[in-house]
């Protein structure tokens, strides 16, 4: 009998990986570390790997990008499988149109970063003052866009919020979820072929 597998993701995705698991896949235990981790790469490496030192045998789905400079060898070690893009932005959207909308120079909000965009940008990053960080971004992207998952409602204050915090229009585009569910699925399969035995 194959042990149930321990699926590691972003919470910035939680919403998302939710949706697609559900009715699908029975045999997960969903774990999902804080997104903000993401602003320092050390301790997202020191957090994952104290996670999957508690579960040293189960099979791990790892549904991250390039996070931290450890990723790929976090991935390699035996029965663990990563879903494959850069980043969150590219798994939901696919690698055309993520490369498509870097090259139009947009800074891309996911729906949790959205929510939590004042933790963000003036927390984490210290842009307390809206003048230099609209300054910032117009310097650095072209155009805002928001990503609708369609998993929960569009957060149409919050995003005039921000457009007014950066002095810049916020456009929002839909992909659907076929392509992070793609990509799970393509990573699940890899584990699925391993053999596993319980001792």
């Keep these: 009998m194959k042990p149930r597998i321990l699926v590691v ?5 939680e919403k998302e990986l939710r ?11 969903l774990v999902f570390p804080d997104s903000m981790l993401h602003m320092h790469p050390e301790r ?7 996670i999957l030192a508690e579960h040293p ?9 390039d996070c931290h400079a450890h990723m790929e060898n976090m991935e390699r070690a035996p029965h663990r499988s990563r879903t494959q893009g850069v980043n969150c932005a590219e798994l939901l959207m696919g690698n055309e149109r993520y490369k498509n909308l870097r090259k139009e120079k947009a800074f891309l909000f996911l729906p949790e970063w959205t929510e939590r965009w004042r933790e963000v940008f003036q927390e984490e990053l210290g842009f307390s003052d809206g003048a ?4 910032f971004m117009r310097e650095t992207r072209k155009k ?15 995003l005039k919020e921000i457009s007014r915090f950066f002095g810049m229009p916020v456009e929002t585009i839909r992909p659907t979820l076929d392509h992070l569910a793609n990509a799970v699925e393509k ?13």
């Design 9 to 13: 993701c972003c919470s910035v995705l």
């Design 19 to 29: 949706a697609i698991m559900k009715n699908r896949r029975a045999d997960v235990d």
């Design 44 to 50: 997202l490496h020191r957090e994952m790997e104290r």
């Design 57 to 65: 045998a189960q099979p791990c789905l790892i549904v991250y990008g």
């Design 132 to 135: 230099l960080a609209g300054e």
């Design 144 to 158: 805002l866009v928001y990503l609708d998952t369609g998993i929960v409602p569009v957060p149409v204050e919050t």
């Design 187 to 199: 990573a699940l399969k890899r584990l699925d072929r391993e053999d596993f035995h319980e001792s």
